[in-house]
């Protein structure tokens, strides 16, 4: 079974990152939260709890319940040296209840000034930079924003220093935009501080919730889908098909290790058939274990039933899923001969997608003769 860092796979350092299952907020609280710094303005409410989780017990909940303009309620986090060349972020965000739109600000990356924004009136996804000396702002509109629905939202700046400043915005592993050829040489153009909830309200008539989960920031972009395929440099001598599951970034849908160790629920969703740890198909299993800082892990799936298509899935809660079609003929009652038991050739046609924004899968053809034998048994 391959549990590996695949080569060229860089590990990310981990600047920030929060999933609250600690149950409290504060460096100050008691267990130690992860935030610097939490307020909220009255009535407005800013808390960890069950209403806010995306996975776990535990998520980031603000309630904005005035129509007033300005700073309203957030958590900020200083957690160590300034990153100055380029950063990445990522969270699960979600909108409820909402009873009032408005253009809002609910990520800051400061004192950069890069700012993940929700535009009224639909409202949209808005990435907000400044530009040259004076700082003139900048952004992009990316998809509109179901409220009560959870979004994976990840925006990235990169050529910090420099006049070839990049900064990208995806939603749910799909890229919105980006802003490129930005002159990032002022001094501020780092990142020392992170900010979340509703830091800004610009026209302060939203009102309703934000909730937020396993923030994350990095130096380099980080696993935001997984991947499910199969291995081309293997042959078969059963029905047992090798799949590999694996963890991909969103920039490039490179394999990007696991920060954390990670348990991939396996499933059929369509058709019948099942997954192995093993190579013969004899341990039947329903996961991948991914230890933290690998990217991949083999797993076996032999298919059942008539003929036809077996989808399969690979899910976890913090990682959009991937969904792979195995195709396969049908079960003659007809005893194997001896060679055609033993070996076969294998056929890969064009293929299915994940998942929004997830990787291109090929389904696998299964010949009869990896068959005959298994149903005879």
Same mark, same amino acid.
């Given at each position: ?40 303005? !009255? ?112 925006? !990235? ?22 802003? !490129? ?19 800004? !309200? ?176």
């Amino acid at each position: 079974m391959l549990l590996q860092s695949l080569p060229g796979v860089a590990a990310p350092i981990h600047w920030f990152s929060d999933d609250f299952e600690t149950g409290t907020l504060r460096t100050s609280d008691t267990p130690a939260g992860r935030w610097d710094d939490a307020a909220a303005t !009255s009535p407005n409410t800013l808390a960890s709890g069950a209403a806010g989780a995306h996975r776990g017990r535990y998520g980031l909940t603000v309630t904005d319940r005035t129509s007033n303009p300005g700073s309203l309620a957030s958590a900020s986090v200083e957690p160590g040296a300034p990153l100055s060349s380029e950063f990445h972020v990522r969270t699960w965000l979600r909108l409820r209840a909402v009873s009032a739109s408005g253009s809002v600000v609910a990520v800051q990356a400061l004192p950069a000034l890069v700012e993940l924004r929700l535009l009224a009136p639909e409202p949209t996804w808005e990435l907000a930079v400044r530009n040259g000396s004076g700082r003139t702002y900048v952004s992009l509109h990316g998809s509109r924003v179901e409220a009560e629905r959870w979004y994976l939202v990840e925006f !990235s700046a990169r050529g910090l220093g420099t006049t070839a400043g990049e900064a990208r915005l995806w939603v749910d592993g799909v890229e919105q935009g980006v802003l !490129s050829g930005r002159d990032w040489r002022d001094a501020a153009n780092v990142l020392d501080r992170l900010v979340v909830g509703e830091p800004w !309200s610009d026209t302060g008539t939203f009102v309703g919730s934000l909730d937020f989960d396993d923030v994350r920031v990095s130096t380099s972009p980080m696993a935001s889908r997984l991947g499910l395929q199969r291995p081309q440099d293997t042959g078969a001598s059963s029905g047992c098909i090798p799949m590999d599951v694996s963890l991909r970034d969103s920039a490039t849908g490179a394999p990007a290790p696991a920060p954390y160790e990670t348990e991939v629920a396996l499933s059929t969703v369509a058709g019948a058939g099942g997954f192995h740890a093993d190579a013969a198909c004899g341990t039947p299993s329903g996961r991948a274990l991914l230890a933290a800082g690998t990217s991949e892990r083999r797993v076996y799936f032999r298919p059942g039933g008539t003929a036809g298509t077996a989808r399969v899935e690979a899910s976890h809660p913090d990682f959009l899923s991937a969904t792979l079609a195995v195709e396969h003929e049908g079960m003659p009652d007809d005893a194997p001969d001896a060679d055609d038991a033993a070996t076969g050739p294998w056929t890969m046609t064009p293929g299915c997608t994940s998942a929004p924004g997830a990787l291109v899968a090929l389904p696998v053809l299964v010949g009869p003769w990896l068959r005959r034998g298994r149903w005879r048994r």
